[in-house]
């Protein structure tokens, strides 16, 4: 018996998975976290992996709320501890009263443990060489064992998970039969030797409702389908490159020609990404709806690229997958980086509008909705997912799409308003939006052509260095920038239960989490106004929010509060009245963090000044 | 890239060709190339071989990167659309328009810093994708618009203006297309028009990636003694392998191909080219052979030009993708998105 009272918990824990990269253990586990949302209980799993194939440490985590709190909690109530090289770190991390579950097959010695927990030992590789000869089979069904005994100790429903692993091996018995068998040899050890079940345990619920599990990169891939996207260039990098694959399933299966069985897209893998882009701005500049996805360093090698759709005023979509940086930074690892780097990229004076889906739901949305904004605005557009949105499942409101909606492809003079008449200057700005109108290649014998090109130019795309041209034409995509304002998905903004001066900004994969640490921060006795800020450039909204509160945290996933720094530059703000509220180790932001760095700072302004508080 | 427009009048009796085009509806902007720039004369060459093959200006996209030879495609077709995009870079913004719209003309425009130093890559890859164009470089071995750097190109032992010798290796763009697979590849001069106007009409009736690198002497910075992309040197050192003529399949043209002497090449799309040899044995079918003529003739000192290889059965990158034959820039919403009652299913199936 630990010296500490065991956790007791329903439907409420955190399990976190240790194994070896190339175990073949992330089927497994994931079936767990699909297997409790059968139950109905929501759940948050979130993989953490080495940038290697095969031999270094993988996490995998699984939060189990059924209050649907999806954001990362922090701690570990137990631990499945597969990997002797992360031993001592994943014992440690163990919350007191907690549990380690492991393959008990060689002794251990009592210094390995902690007085504190629970330690439950299952003979796993015992049980997987008395049954399997074959060492690759030894190993796989090692992680369906444990997953059995789990059931058992979690008081988990098999039937759910046989159900799915019928799902998994449809039409393939052979492997749906081990699998189940395998499932039911450690769940029946377990309840023949173990105490079951434990204190931590699940029951059925019913607080999954309609909510589907999706993977961010995925769900941004099918935005793109939805949105039009014909044209895909990209090159492989983490965290990114699951959306090309995605994109590259979805088309296989929803966009060839019933008929002729030919396909209704183009996906090209590019030598780099200096070339992905430039295929996404040559296939734009020629109407057609194009992407590339790509993080952090990609995005370094594009900014010349995106520099050209800026000034020559060409739509692209980028959907950029954050990762920590600077350089080749952490790979495999989370962060909102990416923020200056974007708003900004490029050299001479340059703007981009950027999307900050917080979910997968605004993945699809957000995603299918950046084609629109690209070729409306005729510019660059960021979607701005990040590896902790992109690489994990997540719950969320189900997809959805109005079947009445019609692309907006933005202000295209065709051969017949050409014919009519109409003046075309490329650089025109006819409505004073700062939008001109473009001509696709091809479209009229003797009108409407015109040379793209990075150099100046003036309203009808002459070539031209006089600074008043110049002038002119960079103060007409001011306006343009000004106009996208009202285009962009809104920021969302969310009142405390009392009138309070203090407010909070966050955006994208922070969002489960900062709605968490509200309620944390609750209890501690601390109001908050919140806004949720979806895109840049800032709605006007933004500046009323800053008005409105003495001072805002801005929390985010990065070293120098980029966000803030991007609010103080836009808005003209004073930037003491931002409070930067920053977490950048790499690992998800978690509700507990935001709650005590909020918390504390917000005890700290009780008895010190505003300006030294914050400085 | 001119200040000064181009007067519109023009004799009525210009001569037309069968869409009714006269050669000024092939031309561009006055050009603002020093006075003789062999760059120029490619102008000419394509201006001539639009107006032969009687295309219709507007449905060629003309693009290039940045530098003296990429400046080029705002002095010829002015009715067509033009992208003079960034350096080294025009492969992969033709890759994506062609991706868009297959139906059109793709010229791509380039020179030998662009394609061989910058643009390596782009040049090798869309190559080796087999992307439907035409694509030129305007080769001086020189960077005219910095005032005469070494390119890539310039062979080692040959002198800038400065009297600086060269000492790095020149890449030879023709035998690194034969090596990556292009379809048609060729090379020409630009004070050479009869060989290099056939050369061009026939690269763009060839259906995949067609390569001409054409000597192109920059007379600012690399036509001196001690060049070997000079005037001189080239003339002196061209051994052409062949001329050539270009018949378009749908109409009978008369040509001079006396029996024995011309071969008909009969391209992917129904046009013929008739090689007249110079060389009795040169096959402009052997990949290999080709390599292989190219590196004996290089070993002594002499510049091959004509056509040195083609497949007549070339297919292109959108073959390669089994794209729909509809241009990807025409479908909306109606052909593209799989609508609500598909994303139910998929939804569904997310539980």
Redesign the interface.
Known sequence: MPDKKPISSVNDFVVRFANVNGSGSASANEMFARAI?RHGVPVSPRNIFPSNIQGLPTWYEVRVTEHGHLGARGGVDMMVAMNPQTWDKDVAGIEPGGYLFYDSTKPMPSTKFRDDITVIGVPLTAITNSTYTDPRQRQLFKNIIYLGALSALLDMDPKLIEQLIGEQYKGKEKLLSSNVHALHLGRDWALQNLKCPLGLRVKKSDK?G?????EGNSAAA?GA??G?A??C?WYPITPSSSVAEAFTAHCKK??H?PE?????????Q???E???????????????R?FTATSGPGISLMT??IG?SYFAEIPAVIMNIQRAGPSTGMPTRTQQCDIIACAYASHGDTKHVLLFPEDPAEAFEFAAAAFDLAERLQTTIFLMLDLDIGMNHRLCR??????A???DRGKVMTAEMLEEGRDFGRYLDVDGDGIPYR????????KG???????SRDRYAR?SEEGTVYADNMQRLVRKFETAQDLVPRPLQANAERPTKYGVIYFGSTSPAMDEAIGLLEARGHQLDRLRIRAFPFHSSVASFLAEHDFVYVVEQNRDSQLRQLIVNENGIDPVRLVPIVHYDGSPITARFIAKAIGDHQDHLKVTPLRKAVS | ???IAKPKFHHPGLKKNELGYTHRDYEGKISTLCAGCGHDSITASIIEACYELSI????V?K?SGIGCSSKT??YFL?????????HG?M???????????R??IYLGVSGDGDSASIGF??F??SIR?GVNMTYIVENNGVYGLTKGQFSATADRGSKSKKGVTNTDNAIDLVAIALQLGATFVARSFSGDKTQLVPLIAAAIRHKGASFIDVISPCIAFNNHAGSTKSFDYVREHNDAVNRLDVLVGRDPIAVDYAPGTVQVVEQHDGSKIALRKIDADYDPHDRLGAQTFLQKHAAKGQIVTGLLYVDPDAED??EH?????TP??????D??????A???K??AS??
């Not at chain 1, 992905?276 to 500049?285: D, E, L, M, Q």
């Not at chain 2, 990807?328 to 919403?333: D, F, Q, V």
């Not at chain 2, 052909?335 to 609500?340: A, E, Q, V």
């Open positions: 949302l999954v309609d909510r589907i599990f999706i099918l389908v939805y039009g014909t044209v260039a929803y966009r020609d002729t069985g030919k396909a209704k897209y183009a996906i090209v590019g030598e780099d200096l070339a992905s882009i430039g295929i996404v701005i040559g296939a734009s500049w020629n109407g057609a194009a010349e690229f050209l189900p997809l959805k799409w109005d079947d909606k019609q692309y001509t696709y290649p091809g479209t009229h014998p003797t052509s015109y040379f793209t090109r990075g150099t070539y | 890239m001119t200040y219709e200006p507007h449905r996209a693009i495609p705002d002015g009715n067509s659309h033009g992208f003079n995009s960034v870079r492969p992969s913004v033709l890759t994506g328009a062609n991706l868009a719209n139906d059109l890559g782009q090798a890859h994708r990158l959108h993708l089994n794209t729909v034959e990807l820039n025409t479908l909306e919403a052909t593209l998105c799989p609508g609500s598909v994303l139910d998929i939804n997310l539980r």
